[in-house]
């Protein structure tokens, strides 16, 4: 068990506000409850959706308002940070995952392919997820994601 | 081949969860993104509004000393001269200027008729697109035309949706010349068929003001009746001063922008303050406050507030009684240090400032300024009540209660407003009682928002078309966009960590006690936060500013490391180069205010004395025109044709660089030896004994 500083707390609980103003259009603390899962994202979490729809269980109000308040949020987020769940996901794991969508190991996967597998399992992407992906990682000529570069390129626009 | 169909449709676990991975990881990617923009659109926003709050408290510097410092003839030299009054005044007719002003036969642009038809409209578009210039004798003619067709409304401007006429409205336009001619594209020109309401914010900061300008009233006078403009907040010659207009219009009409631009005080004062439709939907730029008037403001003499910037006259008078008077000599350092530095004034609290035990009646004059203040500033919140806009200044931000009790009152149905930037060029508060409508697209950035117009059925109910003008012809993915505006909005965050380079390295130093060169995060973001008063996610932003250490500390002196800022010469200093960048904009402003024919870039500069410049003689140059000196010019000769001209400032000034004019009007070049902040320029050095001197800007900072 770690013990933390006061002052690491209130670091950390600093750093979730200033995530939440971002999107705090207002600025009156509260955030339209759509935008929880991108304010969990931008501070550095990897949640899945059904780990978010259990984060919200626990900072709407008891009546949902289609609204999230900064004082129901800030204490459940700061023990998500202090627990360091929902870890980020290395480069690597990232690209066993590509691989293991790879039936025939060559290094890349067929548009219907990827198309199948993220609209139908796991946690399906919408429409809209999908085709912008493919905007992205699809490489037109040959209708083939080419996992690698895929990734190689959005890892750096991360940095 | 094989009807094994369940082979080809079974998945192993393996094969799910890595599903779940890629579809988490791609979601997370997608967040940073929608991060990464809504950052930067808040520093784009943040910036401006600092700007804008710095604005008026120039401008109430400004309005002391032009009351206090300065010869009552010589304030409307200042913006003006005989000349052009007289014509703002008496009104000359299109003739006259036909008479007065020629069109060479070389011009090729559209060529107007009064009174104007469609085909000149469709001339003034054509011409536009193709970035041709209208000659400054239409313009002059249309300002005129549109003065006096302006001058019959009234204040508020009553329309109905008869027969199954849509009308359209649109907001803010900026200068975007482009978005104009999109939304005539998409939605037709107007016509008695087509009616329009345009909701203020024409000009400023975009690079087609003018042009918007001249399409607009063109049209105004075709259709009268179906062409609606209202007064916005930019329509208010000191904030073009600021954002850009008058230099636009300066440098497109060099022998005749003087007297565009005086014109165009008096037309803009006669722009309607708002529309209302069916008596049911009030249109108006800003907002409103819990003292809107709408009957007082359809009453009032609108005219007479050309700048809603400064407080009227009576006003300010009344004020000056109840503060002390500051003696003139130490004027500027005191006024400079008491206004422009401060932040936290708040413009039309300033008019309320008679707490202390004043006996006087209230001033009818300030609550017209305040009524129109109000209704041109104010911005919607959803917290109920009405609170001073501290972001802005000026206005206030006023909640859903006050939004319904002002419907109650009069009747009505909904708010149209303008005035704030919106990513999807619209937006929809206090219940669906208030629209915002804004139709700037890509206003801070290449894909930083889109634009939009309203579509107003004859049920009221409203459609909005959305748009988005783009110079690419293949349309950026949004990532790219994204990176667009992040660089863009970095670099002026950037920009205004430099002008306060001095400050921010003293409030690191305060962390720092032991000189390590080190600050904790959190120490580095308050000292970031409590010098630029910026609200933004420092934390966030930090890998793109500083440089961190191994142990997780920031080398706070890496955030100036990258910025490119030419090499500084041991004369000039450097506190006085991040001073200078800092106050850049208002030097402008303030240079452009002395800068009387507005020709860019001159100041006279007359000698006290015309003698002969002698060995070792110091002679004092002094400004003409322009009172409260900023600066003195002394000059001393090392021999007869060599002289030195130093500029010695008790204030700061904006870059300038002189030569001097010899008695045959000869201009002799001089020798350089000090750079500068801008260019390669340096300290000028008279061959010429005359004493005429002129000092042209964008060149040499002076030693002080």
Redesign the interface.
Same mark, same amino acid.
């Given at each position: 068990m770690f013990l933390f500083a006061d002052?690491a707390v209130?670091?950390i609980e600093?750093?979730i506000i200033? +995530?939440f103003?971002?999107?705090d259009h207002?600025c009156?603390k509260t955030v339209d409850v759509r935008e929880i899962?991108?304010i969990?994202?931008?501070l550095g979490c990897?949640?899945?959706?059904a780990e978010l729809h259990e984060l919200l269980a626990k900072v709407e109000e008891e009546e949902p308002t289609g609204y999230i308040n900064l004082e129901k949020f800030l204490p459940v987020m700061t023990k998500v940070l202090l627990d360091r769940s929902y870890q980020p996901?290395p480069e690597d794991?990232?690209l066993? +995952?590509?691989e293991?969508?790879d039936e025939n190991k060559c290094g890349y996967i067929t548009k219907e392919e990827l198309v199948k597998?993220?609209t139908e399992?796991?946690?399906?992407?919408t429409q809209e997820?999908m085709e912008?992906?493919l905007?992205?990682a699809l490489d037109p000529e040959t209708n083939t994601v080419r996992y690698r570069d895929y990734i190689s390129m959005?890892i750096v626009?991360?940095t | 081949m094989g009807c094994n169909s369940s082979v080809a449709y079974r998945r192993s676990e393996k094969a799910i969860r890595a599903a779940i991975l890629i579809q988490n990881w791609y979601r997370f990617t997608k967040a940073r993104l929608e991060t990464r923009r809504r950052y930067s659109l808040s520093i784009f926003q943040s910036i401006e509004y600092a700007d804008e709050q710095d604005q008026l408290q120039l401008a109430n510097f400004f309005t002391f000393m032009l009351d206090h410092c300065t010869h009552p003839d010589s304030v409307s030299h200042i913006l003006t001269s005989p000349g052009v009054s007289q014509v703002v005044d008496e009104g000359l007719s299109l003739t006259e200027f036909e008479n007065r002003i020629d069109v060479p036969d070389s011009y090729y642009g559209p060529r107007l008729s009064f009174p104007l038809t469609v085909e000149d409209a469709n001339a003034l578009l054509h011409a536009f697109r193709n970035e041709q210039l209208l000659h400054a004798r239409y313009v002059l003619q249309l300002l005129c035309e549109t003065r006096r067709v302006l001058k019959e409304m009234p204040n508020i401007t009553h329309l109905s949706t008869s027969y199954s006429k849509e009308i359209t409205v649109c907001g803010d336009l900026h200068g975007n010349l482009d978005d104009l001619l999109l939304i005539f594209y998409k939605n037709g020109l107007p016509s008695e068929q087509n009616p329009y309401v345009f909701n203020g914010d024409f000009v400023d900061r975009g690079k087609n003001s003018m042009e918007i300008l001249i399409i607009l009233f063109a049209f105004l006078l075709i259709y009268p009746n179906d062409l609606h403009l209202n007064r916005g907040n930019h329509e208010d010659y000191i904030m073009n001063l600021r954002y850009g207009f008058t230099k636009e219009v300066s440098k497109k009409y060099k022998d005749h922008g003087k007297l565009i631009l005086c014109l165009l005080r008096d037309v803009f004062s006669w722009l309607p303050l708002a529309t209302i439709i069916d008596s049911k939907v009030l249109i108006l730029h800003g907002g409103i406050s819990d003292t809107t008037d709408l009957d007082f403001l359809n009453a009032l003499e609108r005219s007479k507030l050309k700048s809603l910037m400064r407080p009227p006259k009576s006003v300010r008078d009344r004020q000056d009684q109840l503060k002390e008077r500051i003696p003139t000599t130490r004027l500027s350092k005191h006024i400079a240090n008491q206004n422009v530095a401060g932040k936290t004034q708040h413009i039309s609290s300033s008019g309320s400032t008679e707490s202390s035990g004043s006996n006087l009646p209230p001033d009818p004059a300030l609550k017209e300024w305040k009524q129109i203040l109000d209704i041109l500033w104010s911005d919607p919140r959803s917290q109920n009540g009405c609170t001073p806009n501290k972001s802005r200044g000026g206005g206030c931000y006023f909640g859903p209660d006050v939004t319904a009790k002002l419907f109650e009152r009069y009747n009505l149905k909904m708010l149209i407003r303008s005035h704030e930037f919106k990513p999807e060029g619209y937006e929809i508060s206090h219940d669906g009682k208030v629209i915002t409508i804004f139709s700037a697209s890509n206003y801070y950035e290449e894909g930083s928002n889109r634009g939009a117009y309203i579509k107003l059925n004859p049920e009221l109910i409203p459609r909005f078309v959305q748009y988005q003008v783009s110079k690419y012809t293949r349309r950026q993915n949004l990532q790219e966009r994204v990176g667009t505006i992040e660089s863009s909005a970095l670099k002026s965050l950037r920009e205004k960590i430099y002008a306060h380079r001095s400050e921010l390295t003293s409030a690191f130093a305060q962390y720092d006690l032991n000189s390590t060169g080190r600050i904790s995060v959190s120490d580095w973001a308050a000292a970031m936060e409590s010098v630029l008063q910026l609200e933004l996610p420092w934390r966030m932003l930090r890998a793109q500013l500083v440089q961190m250490t191994p142990n997780g500390e920031a080398d706070y002196m890496s955030c100036f490391y990258d910025l490119k800022i030419g090499q500084p010469t041991k004369e000039v200093q450097p506190a006085l180069v991040e001073t200078l960048c800092r106050y850049r904009r208002d030097l402008e402003i303030i240079f452009n205010i002395i800068d009387k024919d507005h020709s860019g870039e001159r100041i006279r500069i007359r000698s006290s004395s015309s003698q002969i410049l002698q060995k070792e003689q110091r002679t004092i140059f002094k400004c003409e025109g322009f009172p409260p000196l900023p600066f003195e010019l002394t000059s001393s000769c090392r021999n007869r044709s060599l002289a030195t001209c130093t500029i010695r400032s008790t204030w700061m000034m904006p870059p300038m660089l002189f030569t001097s004019m010899s008695e045959r009007n000869v201009r002799t070049r001089i020798a350089s030896t000090k750079s500068c902040l801008y260019s390669g320029w340096g300290t000028w050095f008279s061959t010429d004994s005359t004493c005429t001197a002129n000092l042209i800007s964008h060149g040499v900072i002076w030693q002080v």
């Open positions: 002052g209130a670091e600093k750093k200033e +995530a103003e971002v999107f207002e009156n899962g991108s969990v994202r931008s990897f949640p899945t959706e996901i794991v990232l066993h +995952a590509f293991a969508l597998y993220l399992e796991g946690e399906p992407f997820e912008d992906m905007s992205t959005m626009d991360e | -």
